[in-house]
């Protein structure tokens, strides 16, 4: 099994500390974030994949495009800013969680969303990470129910699942 350390385990420290500790650690791979600390948001993707490649660790995967399953408003901007960022920066895929505020989102609305994304994902070859939140609120709770959504949508080459052991810890 190989593993990541994920930027939400030291949120204070910057990509170039973040990116030191993982080596000293042993952890040949990262996943950083769009959010706390948010690497995305104030680091040029160039600039990212450089201390990536330097430092000799690789980046998985971006966290997180959120509220995936609810395909409007913003969403598919972000979606594609998102996954155009993980392309340049290295990064192999892009975390995609679920609305997680207790509002039930249809099955049928997931399957959508994911084939809208399914395009985009294959366009700039990036891997999409469902990720259920197994939180009594989210919308997408069961990884059962997360794969018949990647099957239906016709996603199985460029969608994945994700199990976040503390989400379902917690």
């Known amino acids: 099994m190989r593993f990541a350390l994920n930027h939400i385990a030291t949120p204070k420290l910057s990509l170039a500390d973040f ?3 993982a080596r000293r650690l042993g952890m040949p791979a990262i996943e950083i974030r769009n959010d706390l600390p948010d690497v995305v948001g104030t680091m ?4 990212v994949r450089a201390a990536a490649v330097a430092s000799g660790v690789d980046i998985l995967s971006i966290n997180a495009l959120y509220p995936f399953n609810v395909w409007s408003g913003d969403v598919p901007a972000r979606a594609l800013a998102l996954v155009d960022y ?12 679920p609305l997680n505020d207790g509002t039930p989102v249809p099955h049928g609305d997931l399957v959508a969303a994911l084939r809208e994304l399914v395009p985009i994902l294959r366009q700039y070859g990036i891997t999409g990470l469902v ?6 609120v989210s919308s997408l709770r069961t990884k059962r ?26």
């Open 145 to 170: 129910e997360a794969i018949e959504a990647i099957r239906e949508a016709g996603a199985s080459d460029v969608c994945k699942l994700v199990h976040d052991t503390f989400h379902h810890h917690l």
């Open 86 to 97: 993980a392309q340049a920066c290295g990064a192999r895929a892009l975390v995609m969680c």
């Open 44 to 47: 040029p993707a160039g600039a």
């Open 19 to 21: 990116l030191g500790l």
């Open 131 to 136: 990720e259920p939140l197994g939180f009594p």
